[in-house]
């Protein structure tokens, strides 16, 4: 018996690519931090000064509201007073008729 030989394939040899290596870039943070630091004691100090201001504000807002209020319910007023006259109208029609009849 005769053996048939295996044909060996070839391997493809894969190319590596190289990766680039990336240049970390160093960051001064002791020097940025002193900075910020300093900022935000400055920040507070403005801070305190614009609450007090809104304050005042809002109380001005508070005083307009309850003038539109009373609007309002003036409103409310004159037309009960219609209703009144109305039914009152109604009332001396119904009597009226039964008078005439």
Request: hydrophobic residues 10%; proline residues 0%.
């Amino acid at each position: 018996m005769v053996t048939k030989k295996k044909k060996k394939k070839k391997k493809k040899k894969k190319k590596k690519k190289k990766k680039k290596k990336k240049k970390k870039k160093k960051k001064k943070k002791k020097k940025k931090k002193k900075k910020k630091k300093k900022k935000k004691k400055k920040k507070k100090k403005k801070k305190k000064k614009k609450k007090k201001k809104k304050k005042k504000k809002k109380k001005k807002k508070k005083k307009k509201k309850k003038k539109k209020k009373k609007k309002k319910k003036k409103k409310k007023k004159k037309k009960k007073k219609k209703k009144k006259t109305f039914a009152k109208t109604l009332y001396l029609h119904t009597i009226n008729y039964t008078f005439d009849q």
